[in-house]
Every structure is written in C-alpha cells, then in structure tokens.
C-alpha cells in the first residue's frame, strides 16, 4: 500500500495581478506552505495584531515555488519533471499503473503544468519522451516493447476522443464508460495509436489539444472547458531463460479542468459548462474526503486525527466547492462523510463520469501524484484555500498498486515451480524396504505429474513466445501510418498482406494478416467456392 502524493506549485503573479499591485499572501519554507489572510488587518484597522490567526500553514510531500524566475529555490518545468515525472516513468517500466493530475482554480497554471508550451513543455510530453528514452537505453534484445497512447476529452459529462476526426454533431461522438473485472474502468470505443518514437505523440498530443474545448472567462483568456486524460498503454514482453514474462502497465496523465465561481454576466453555454465542471469537482472531493476517512478507520492513530482535524477545516464555509450532494442512500454529506459506527464510507465513484476513470487512481491500483496549483496573489485567498485543503485532504487516501502481469505468464511461471518442486520430491525420495511396491507406485505418480507439468510448460511457453515473435516481426516488416489528410492508412510493405479496418479508418481498429508463403484460402471452410 501507499498513499497518494501531493505536492503543490505556486505559479508568477499573471499580468492583471501585476498592475493591479496585489500583495502575494503565499509563502514556502521545504515542504511547508503558509497564506495569509489580509482581510481580518484591514477591517478591523490594526496593523499585525493577531497574526498567529491570520497565517494557515500546510504539510505537503512537496512544495514548488514558481514565483520568481531569480529565486535560488525556483522551480522549472524541468525540475517538475525530475521529481515528478521520473519517477512516473520507473513505475511504469517496473510494472505498476501511475497516475498524475493537476487540479487548482482557473488560470492556476494546470495546463501549463501538464502541456507546457513549445518553448517549455510540460509534464505530459516530457514523460512520453523520458519513457521512449528509457526504451532506447534498454540493450536487451531479448525484450520487446509496444506503447500505445489515447487523448480522451470530458466536456459536460460527455465523453469524447480527441484524437478521431471532429465531427459535426458533438452527441453523436458521445463515448460510454465501462468498467473490467481486472482492467478496471475504460472508456469503449476509445481509439489507441500505436507509436514508437517520440515525434509521433507529440503530432497526437498538438492534434488533441487542437480539439479541446476552450473559452474565454473573466479569470483566463483561454480557460479549459473539459477534464483531459492522456492515456500511455505500455507492454514489456521478453524471454529469458525459456521462460517468458509479459507485464503491462498504464500511465494516466489529467488536465482537470479549472474551479471557478460563477459570473451573472456569462452567456448559457458557459454557465452550463462552469456547472458541469463545479459539479465532477465536487464530486472528486467526496470521493476524496470518503476514501481519506477510510483510510483513517482503517489506520487509526495518528492517521485518524489527521482526517478529523481535515474534516473540520473542510466543514467550514470557504470550503463549499467541497460539498457533495445531500446525505442519503448512504451518499456523503456536505463537507465529507461522516463515520457512522466505525463503518466505511460510500465512495461515490459514479456519481460523474470523472470520479468513474480515476476509480484506479484514487483508492485502486495505481501510484499516484496529485499537483495543486495555486495564485500567489491576494485577490484568490478564497480558492487557494479551497484547492490547499482540498490537496491536504487527499494526503491521506492511501492506493494499492500492483505489478501488472499476463495471467499466462504467470500461470506458466507457478507450473515451473510446481516441477520444481516436484523434482525435489523425487529426489528426496528414500527407498523403503518394508513397503517396496507401495514407494514405486509413489515414484510412479510423481513421474507422471512431473511430465505432464513439464508438457504443458513446454507447450504455453512455445505458443506465447510464437505470439509474441510473430507480432514483433509483422512491425519490424510493415509500416503502419494513418494519412490525415486523405483520412485513409498507409501501409510500406514488400510483403503481400491483407488489410481490413473498422467503420472510422481514423482508429487504430486495423488488422494485418501477413500471407506467407505456399497456398492461402480465405473464406468459410464450408463455402461451395
């Protein structure tokens, strides 16, 4: 088990904050950040009485002061991803699911953060170059690697991919969530590319960001109307020794769209749209709130005081962004469930489409980092506060990652050891003089065990490394690429192959069948031609 990290970056002060002269109320000292609230000195005319009740100060695992680009102790882009997003990468090519999200006021620097820009990328392209990197480094020959990457939009509790052709209609394009046994949550219907280098993800990542929605409000100029969720899929196959080990993991990267308070001068569609968003944040602190409570009964001590001094801070009216919906049929309060007799809360995952895709990064299967942003400046004390006891709040969930492994391989992996050890009974085994017949039979059995063990090893070990020799030779012969322009594929091969797509040739829905040599048959075996 761990729990989740979080970490909060203090962004410069924007250009209105500048000439409006705003006081910066937010101060860093390692991993503790404080605000000061300057309001109480104003109304009541004293200059710095009572300040020990005008400063609040927050824990994090860690804090970046983005500030002032001269101070010793700025934080980069590059520094974000040296502390955040290596160790992203390593869990991914140990095995584990990690995820990494962004959430704080608008125009708190998220996108910045996660996209970056041309001159200074983010957090999201740096960790697509840093894990191709990494695949580049590897000598091992006897390794194989596939990455695939999927963009996927949440605007208005509509789910949409972003990285298939715009279409006319925005309903139709509509995607439904769905939840596996053992995958957990995924979007169907979701496209995923194929890619091996860097260059061709970040031509995905332009082209996702190209049909995002975004609009102007009176906090940012080009504010995200949507929740953004970059998807890297990545599988590890090798063969060593005879015996293979496939392991699959992957890494979720959100943009969550910006908290704001609503304007009376914003036309429907935004109001609309600032609703949606309030509403999946909201939800995404009940879920919070609910597993840190969890987490709290199930740990007890320091941990359970922890929760209740959070719960308190959340329970007051600056909070609001934090209520969830009203108590009953075991949903949480506003303010965060409550315990009821020592029992665990509902968390209430499905309560939006948002909550549902991050199950596995909040309380599931996953490593995770949470980054708030936050305005240095006077004039956001209210948000910033909001977002810093949201952060603190989530300190406290606590995952439960685990390395992804093929069940096959991992089924041939337990017969070995059953040979193993099935081998070493044999050989242990003493000659019994007053029961000859009876140890023979006995040897017997074990013999026969030992070989059909090591028939079925023989046999899942041939056909998996087959599988995975003919797959890695069919993208070493053919060149798959998508023709955007003629919205069709291409494919560079010498070799004859039969090719078949699904109903939008814009997915990675295509098929190769490579025709060897000597005589093909296509058809129904039971067809008259």
């Not at 359970?304 to 801070?313: I, L, P, R």
Request: charge should be positive.
């Amino acid at each position: 088990m761990t729990s989740v990290r979080v970490v909060v970056r203090v962004r410069p002060r924007s250009k209105k904050e500048v000439q409006c002269t705003e006081e910066v109320i937010v101060d860093v000292k390692e991993n503790v950040l404080s605000i000061r609230n300057v309001k109480p000195s104003r109304w009541s005319g004293v200059g710095n009485g009572g300040s020990r009740d005008l400063v609040t100060e927050f824990p994090f695992d860690r804090c970046f002061w983005s500030v002032e680009p001269a101070a010793p102790d700025f934080a980069s882009q590059q520094t974000m991803f040296q502390e955040l997003g290596l160790p992203v990468v390593e869990a991914a090519v140990t095995g584990y699911n990690a995820s990494l999200f962004a959430y704080g006021q608008t125009g708190s620097g998220k996108t910045y953060t996660m996209m970056g820009t041309p001159e200074s990328l983010g957090l999201i392209p740096r960790i697509c170059e840093g894990l191709f990197t990494r695949i580049e480094r590897d000598t091992r020959a006897t390794t194989t690697y596939k990455v695939e990457v999927s963009f996927v939009e949440i605007y208005n509790e509509a789910v949409r991919d972003l990285l298939k052709r715009p279409t006319r209609r925005r309903a139709g394009s509509n995607l439904r969530v769905r939840e596996h046994p053992e995958r957990g949550p995924y979007v169907q219907g979701l496209s995923r590319h194929l890619v091996s280098s860097y260059d061709p993800v970040a031509k995905l990542i332009g082209d996702g960001n190209a049909n995002r929605m975004i609009a102007s409000t009176h906090v940012h100029e080009a504010s995200s109307r949507s929740h953004a969720i970059f998807t890297l899929h990545f599988t590890q196959a090798s063969l060593h020794n005879n015996l293979p080990s496939e392991i699959v993991s992957k890494i979720n990267l959100i943009d969550l769209a910006g908290s704001e308070r609503a304007d009376p001068n914003y036309n429907k569609e935004r109001i609309t749209e600032g609703s949606n968003i309030n509403r999946s944040l909201v939800t995404l602190g009940s879920v919070i709130s609910a597993l840190a409570e969890n987490a709290a009964l199930g740990g007890g001590g320091a941990a359970a005081a922890a929760a209740d001094a959070w719960g308190a801070a959340l329970s007051e009216p600056e909070s609001g962004k934090l209520r969830g919906p009203s108590a009953g049929g075991g949903r949480s309060r506003p303010g965060g469930p409550a315990r009821r007799g020592g029992r665990l809360c509902h968390v209430p995952y499905r309560d939006s489409v948002l909550t549902r895709l991050l199950k596995d990064s909040l309380g599931g299967n996953s490593r995770t980092v949470m980054i708030a942003t936050v305005s240095p400046a006077c004039s956001s004390y209210g948000e910033t506060m909001s977002v810093l006891r949201y952060a603190a709040r989530a300190k406290n969930i606590v995952n439960r990652p685990k390395i992804n492994e093929d069940p096959n391989v991992r089924i041939i992996r337990e017969l070995r050891q059953e040979v193993d050890r099935l081998k070493a009974m044999l050989l242990s085994v003493e000659p019994r003089d007053l029961a000859p017949l009876l140890s023979e039979e006995r040897d017997s059995s074990l013999a026969e065990m030992l070989h059909e063990n090591e028939m079925k090893v023989e046999r899942l070990t041939r056909d998996w490394s087959d599988g995975w020799r003919d797959t890695r030779a069919l993208l070493e012969e053919h060149t798959l690429g998508i023709n955007r322009l003629r919205a069709g594929v291409e494919v560079a091969s010498q070799l004859p192959h039969l090719l078949s797509t699904d109903g939008d040739v814009l997915s990675t829905g295509v098929t190769i069948n490579r025709l060897r040599e000597g005589r093909t048959t296509i058809g129904r075996s039971d067809a008259p031609t």
